[in-house]
């Protein structure tokens, strides 16, 4: 079990998104980003499967079939995809649904976070984008919600961090505008 690795490596990467957050605007919600982690059935499992370069999720995953501490973790984070589906009524089938702005800014953070955590010295901007693309996240998400993280992340790319986090945190803004002039 590695423990102190887990715990060191689940709280530098919440360090960075919580900072991704203060950048775009959500600050408060990044400060309570990943809580979860830190609870037995997360913390545990992860220091249990700690690999250092990847989720401990997957190899959780690759052992089981699936994954307990990640079951847990995606039913209290709004900022993962997988918690926005629910039951449509006119198929009656699950489906993914859109994710509101605050949410879907949030899981960017995590993403860019992410891939810096376990790229190290290796990130470059594009990293988070290679990972997305080369995955089939965007087939199981809504295509609304597959298309703004794919546009963010080819900006990060092309455009850097400078430039994204200040487009993201003035889209933020107006889609905030937008929901008050609706009430």
Not at 30 to 47: I, N, Q, V
Not at 68 to 91: I, S
Request: charged share 30%; hydrophobic share 30%; glycine share 6%.
């Amino acid at each position: 079990m590695h423990f102190f690795k887990h715990l060191r490596t689940i709280t530098k990467h919440r360090h960075k998104v919580i900072y991704h957050c203060f950048r775009c605007g959500i600050g408060w919600q990044g400060l309570r980003h990943d809580l979860s982690k830190y609870m037995p059935s997360e913390l545990f499992t992860g220091a249990k499967y700690y690999q250092g370069n990847r989720s401990p999720n997957e190899r959780e995953r690759e052992l089981f079939g699936y994954s307990t501490a990640w079951m847990h973790h995606k039913g209290r984070n709004r900022h993962h995809f997988e918690y926005w589906v629910d039951l449509n009524p006119a198929t009656r089938q699950y489906e993914p649904v859109p994710m509101p702005t605050r949410f879907l800014v949030e899981m960017f953070c995590d993403r860019v976070a992410a891939s810096k955590i376990y790229k190290g010295k290796d990130y470059r901007d594009n990293a988070a984008l290679l990972y997305f693309t080369k995955g089939n996240a965007a087939k199981k998400m809504h295509p609304k919600t597959a298309e703004k993280l794919e546009s963010w992340l080819r900006m990060l790319a092309d455009q850097g961090e400078e430039h994204t986090f200040a487009h993201i945190k003035k889209e933020l803004k107006e889609s905030k505008k937008q929901k008050q002039s609706y009430r």
